[in-house]
């Protein structure tokens, strides 16, 4: 090494790094492309949360036909007000919730929408509240705008339903807001309404707002969706984000948005034009066409979905040791591996290690967490059965 570059190596990182916890299902994820790397092995990979799907062929042509023609410029920075008046529209149409294309900022992703929505609102002293098991990203976004993050452990009886006295005991004065993920990744359970209103009414009255995380809000297979802004008393206390990646298969295009009151979005936009400037121009054409276009390819998923998530409880249910609640929406089952030994990382390493499947540690979404393992179904249903054959000659090994 040089004597600049060992002088940059040993220059100090800003103190919020330090504090982000890299996800587990990173970890697996590194491991499982390591293992195929070096032994070529067949995994089944049951780890990553993203549909097996492609983009629908429409969407693709719409964004090339519209790149031709000149859409590769930067937009406003809350995106072009034909995808804000489509997203306005389709929250009306899939949620029922009621937000003016004013009211929409859009974004790189639900991932920056949530990012921005910290950054805007919670900063030093401040506390958000995160019932959990949950994505992990929302610890460390809360962290990197210098803000607490408290989490509040929902109860396994309850298939990780959303507990409102849990929640309310943990929203106080510093409270600036709490993250509501219904359906839930990991557990896909979609939260019950009476319990989503009251939390909404507790963190109202400590002037704290809701942040409803609804990217999975058009998976869910027993009952049609409502976005909470659409049933709880004060809806202009609610600040929903959705996005396209799960809805229409398009995580790569890195599109989502965020809506909630005319001051908030405007603090949102404000922040987000010193990190993106705005979000993709190619991948909003993208999204318009999504948005805008026939929606077959998404009853179609969903259908598909349905039809794994069916299998695997059928599966899970036969297994000896193990179980998991029904998710109710999203691709995701998380199962009980608790009764198998040691934690939830080290089951997911010994899976890897003996069966070539990998799954998402539970503890890497918290605390309340520990004891499972997330199963993303977003894969053919050959994987899937795949993939349940040799977890079901794993426990039985196991529990010999
Ligand atoms: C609960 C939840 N919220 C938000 C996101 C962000 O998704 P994207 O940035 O692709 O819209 C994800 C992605 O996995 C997620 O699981």
Not at 127 to 141: G, S
Not at 181 to 210: I, K, L, M
Request: glycine share 8%.
């Amino acid at each position: 090494m040089t004597d600049t570059s060992q002088r940059a190596a040993s220059r100090r990182m800003a103190d919020r790094v330090g504090s982000l916890n890299r996800s587990k299902i990173r970890v697996m994820f590194g491991l499982a492309e390591r293992e195929q790397r070096e032994t070529g092995r067949d995994l089944v990979r049951l780890e990553v949360g993203e549909p097996d799907f492609g983009t629908p062929e429409h969407v693709i042509d719409a964004a090339a036909e519209a790149a031709h023609d000149g859409a590769t410029h930067y937009t406003e920075n809350a995106g072009i007000p034909e995808l804000r008046e489509a997203i306005s529209d389709t929250m009306a149409r899939e949620s029922g919730v009621a937000y003016a294309p004013e009211q929409i900022t859009v974004t790189s992703g639900g991932m920056e929408a949530l990012s921005l929505a910290m950054l805007a609102i919670a900063g030093p002293g401040d506390e958000v509240v995160v019932p959990t098991p949950a994505w992990p990203n929302y610890v460390n976004q809360i962290r990197i705008a210098g803000a607490t993050p408290v989490t509040v452990p929902l109860s396994e009886e309850s298939g990780f339903d959303l507990d409102p006295d849990r929640v309310a005991d943990a929203i106080g004065e510093d409270t600036v807001a709490v993250v509501l993920t219904s359906p839930s990744n990991p557990t896909g359970r979609v939260y019950d309404e009476d319990a989503v209103r009251e939390v909404a009414r507790v963190a109202n009255a400590h002037d704290a707002y809701v942040i409803a995380d609804e990217v999975y809000g058009r998976l869910t297979y027993d009952e049609a969706f409502r976005g909470a802004a659409s049933y709880v008393d004060a809806p202009e206390n609610v600040l929903t984000v959705d996005s396209c990646s799960k809805t229409y298969a398009m995580t790569g295009w890195r599109l989502g948005w965020f809506a909630g009151p005319d001051s908030v979005v405007e603090a949102v936009t404000s922040v987000g034009e010193s990190t993106t400037a705005c979000p993709s121009s190619v991948s909003q054409q993208a999204a318009l066409a999504a948005l805008t276009g026939p929606q077959d390819a998404v009853a179609e998923m969903k259908i598909a979905f349905e039809e794994r998530r069916d299998f695997v409880v059928e599966r899970v249910a036969e297994m000896p040791v193990v179980s998991c609640p029904r998710p109710e929406g999203a691709f995701y089952a998380f199962l009980d591996v608790s009764d198998l030994s040691g934690d939830s990382f080290a089951v997911a390493k010994r899976l890897l290690a003996e069966q070539g499947v990998v799954t998402a540690p539970g503890e890497g979404f918290g605390d309340a967490g520990e004891g499972y393992l997330r199963l993303s179904f977003a894969n053919s249903l050959d994987r899937i059965e795949e993939g349940l054959d040799r977890i079901e000659a794993f426990v039985r090994a196991e529990s010999e």
